[in-house]
């Protein structure tokens, strides 16, 4: 059987394409700020699992709904032919430029696919849209409503009223930032909608469920992989002699320094890659993040740990002598620097740039020096890599295909860090892992075993909905 098909119908610019690009999870939509982006109709099969789940199909946007009715109404014989009077205006008017674009939308709705119209809810309901729901409503084909409020969403209320005159089902969706529980609401109501797609509009929400399950698995393993190769990355050289050493020590710095960019880099490809954007562009807005000094104090207070988490590590590392730490600084604001300034300040310096990693001249047991420089001994440095790649992988996972323009890792206007998504979890036992893997030979099964034990702990970090049951239970 063929699989479920939707044209996405309605009046020009009102976010038609995007609903396709999000709900097809297909970037390559043509989207755009002017009306009449989409000219022709285009199919965008949705595929998971080597299986098409549905077809989406774009179209352009009506340009002369009136005419057409009055058209139809000419050639109306009566309810049950409508479809067929629909079928003869395209047919009719095909080959012409008049109604090349009503001619466009409804040809797939005339092959067999069902309807979803498009409307904006930050513009006004007006009676001017009454003739293209009155065309689909003669078109008989199953059909739902979804309000896109591009801006305020001012008209809601009207615009449900009117649409319920002609829709059996209307939906308020931002389509651009759709969550993916959205996405599927949308999908199980059409099913409702035609007895023959129940089940394969089942099926579809099942496929993209395990398809997201794998995604967040595969992601969970990126991380972990990524906090590896960091945590035990070391940079050497082979020197002729002691008094070489400072000059190369600095480059070895900066090449140690270049070398985890790229380990970090790679794996936000790779997350990005799986959620299906490959080349997205990261170049502005989060790369100023990324260029920041990873372990500067702007990064860590914007990815670091929070502040009860800050006093386990540290103590952990052995950062902080015994007693430092008590009640008074568990309960203080950790931004209110000033007041605990000493304690947290200590505790910053420690994870200074200088001391990210330590440069180390080694003589070698066949004679001659080699400089080291990593790996990285420093305990919070994971914890601040696995907060980064959590956000990163929070915007990613949570952006739709509509969206265009570079993925911003930056807090929004007036939102605070605690909004940013950080480990969940016992920090002592994360703090375990991340010194098993460390002491770690490479490719030996104690570096397996501890790499897969990471992954299972950050697996629920990178599913909200854990996460949220996490915090609930
Ligand atoms: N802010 C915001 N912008 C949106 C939303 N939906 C669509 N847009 C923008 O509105 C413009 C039109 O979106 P399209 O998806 O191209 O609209 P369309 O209905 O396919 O337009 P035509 O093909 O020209 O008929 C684009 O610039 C979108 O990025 C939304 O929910 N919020
Ligand atoms: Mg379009």
Sequence with gaps: MNAPAFAIVGHPNKGKSSLVA????????????????????????????????????DTPGFQRARATLDWLKLHDTGAASRAGVVERFVREHEAGERFRNECELLRPVVNGAGLIYVVDGATPYGPEYDAEM??????????????????????????????????????????????????LELLRAFGQLREGWRQPLDEAVAALIEHRQRQQADAARVIAELIADALTYQETKDLASDDDAPRHATALEISYKRRLRAIEERARRDVEALYGFDGLDREEADMKLLETDLLSRESWLVFGLKKRDLVVVSATGGALAGGVVDSALLGASFLAGSVIGGVIGGALGYFSTAKLADVKLLRQPMGGIRLRYGPSRNVQF??????????????????THAQRGAVSLHLKEGESSANVPSFTGSTRALARLFEQLRRSEPGSGARAAALQELTAAILPMVDPQEEARGVSA
Excluded: C
């Excluded at 989207?31 to 077809?55: C, D, I, W």
């Design 22 to 57: 999000t709900l097809a999870r297909d970037a390559s939509v043509r989207v755009g700020p002017e009306p009449g982006t989409t000219v022709q109709a285009r199919e965008f099969p949705m595929r998971a699992g080597g299986k098409v789940l549905y077809v989406l199909v």
């Design 382 to 399: 994971p914890f601040v890599l696995l907060n980064r790649a959590l956000l990163h992988h929070r915007v990613v996972a949570g952006r």
């Design 134 to 183: 009155e065309i689909l409503r003669w078109t008989g084909q199953p059909s739902l409503a979804v309000i896109n409020p591009i801006g305020e969403p001012r008209f809601v209320e009207p615009w449900r009223r009117a649409l319920e005159q002609f829709f059996r089902v209307v939906r308020v969706l931002d389509v651009l930032k759709a969550p993916f529980e959205q996405q």
